[in-house]
DNA sequence: ATTTACAGACCAACTGGTCGGTCTTAAACG
DNA sequence: CGTTTAAGACCGACCAGTTGGTCTGTAAAT
């Protein structure tokens, strides 16, 4: 009963987070999920419809952990911690689903996805890079997992494209500084920090 | 001569950004750069070659400046903070190139859209407002504007999906835990990092 | 007996891309 | 210096393939 439909979402995951949304037709959904476009129509009004609710299933789990974080603690920095804690975990649980989401560039083909990829890793590379010397040399923080650490300023400043806006409130100068700040204060050493020549570089 | 091509270009930029890739069409691109079907296939191989040079423009310029940034320092913070400087300031520049490669769920029709992106709303203004009860309370360094600190934290863990693997090196508690840390040591208050009862979130 | 669950042939609309042709420009020629 | 010529820039009607979605029909469940 309705069976179907669970079939057809679980399909709907795999093939669009391998092949991006409009990389897959209504058929194809339909065949991998050994069924019909009658089926596929009588359970969903439109595969719009269908990707709006792969979207909110994970968006509603993160809402709901965080307001549960938010009222078990009283401090701002525990409460901070547990949303990180079960907002990371969500990748976890629903990584096809958030795949799907912010699926991008899958669209372009083979070739020139992967001209673009090289690219992409050799600027990732370079980051991965400054920070293992720092480690080795000391300036930063050896406990902390390089790849992780790499791939949280990656993320933090790619998804300025997000909200940045030229004539917004904060100016670029403003952003970069902040980020900067952050993430030197979160990964140099505690001596590092009293280096006269790094100094300036904090708020 | 050939400054179709830029026309050509510059309406690309302007509609893609704003309904995706997919959602504009080779005519909608030849009617708003006032060219035609002719002019376009001329200039370009295909629909998808004008995608990658749009990414190719940006792609090469970070990496550019990043192997400025390292070859113009020598110490790894100052490497890295120069690299940081320089990738933010790319959004200054090319946000609409960057926002057409990451550009997803434009697809999604406006009922949808809205739908999602009200609950998105929430969990970010659940963010800020933990931040800023932290600034008020002591706990979080108040020089750091909320809402850059929100949308780093917020663009760290989302990046997650790009590279996150369940049966990958780093588990999902060690990911968390990381970014937990550096965000807390980055924001926390020297005075609050003493705290006994915040000392355990650290590494 | 009526509603729900599913099937699959069919279609209308759209889309990327082609192709023959025209206009402009500038070098080659006489 | 005027004329020929060839290449590049640009045009737009046209096409073939594809896609989301519909519609009529059937089997099962209640």
Redesign the interface.
Same mark, same amino acid.
């Given at each position: 009963m309705a069976e179907l439909k669970e079939r057809i979402v679980e399909s709907s995951l795999y093939l669009f987070e391998q092949y991006g949304?409009?990389g897959v037709t209504v058929n194809d959904i339909v065949q991998h999920s050994r069924t019909s476009k009658g089926g596929f129509y009588h359970h969903f009004q439109s595969k719009?419809?269908l990707?709006?609710m792969i979207?909110?299933t994970f968006? *509603?789990y993160?809402?709901a952990k965080?307001?549960e974080a938010?009222s078990t603690y009283e401090?701002?920095?525990?409460?901070?911690?547990a949303?990180?804690?079960s907002?990371? !975990?969500v990748?976890?649980l629903y990584?096809p689903h958030?795949?799907v989401? @912010?699926?991008?560039?899958n @669209?372009?083909?083979p070739h020139?996805d992967q001209?673009?990829k090289r690219?992409?890793d050799?600027?990732k590379q370079?980051?991965f890079q400054?920070?293992q010397?720092?480690q080795s040399?000391g300036?930063?923080?050896a406990?902390?997992?390089a790849?992780?650490?790499g791939?949280?300023?990656?993320?933090?400043?790619?998804? *300025? @494209? !997000?909200?940045?806006q !030229?004539d917004g409130? !904060?100016t670029?100068e403003?952003?970069?500084h *902040?980020?900067?700040?952050?993430?030197?204060?979160?990964?140099?050493t505690p001596s590092?920090k009293e280096n006269p020549?790094?100094k300036p570089?904090l708020?």
């Open positions: 949304f409009h719009d419809e990707l709006f979207h909110d968006i *509603t993160v809402l965080a307001d938010i401090k701002p920095a525990l409460q901070l911690h949303i990180i804690q907002f990371v !975990k990748f976890d990584k958030i795949s989401f @912010y699926q991008e560039s @669209y372009l083909k020139f001209l673009i690219k992409r050799q600027f370079m980051i400054v920070i010397q720092g040399s300036e930063f923080r406990s902390l997992p790849e992780i650490t791939m949280s300023i990656l993320g933090m400043v790619n998804w *300025t @494209y !997000k909200w940045y !030229k409130e !904060k670029i403003e952003i970069a *902040t980020f900067s700040d952050i993430i030197l204060q979160g990964i140099l590092a020549q790094l570089l708020l």
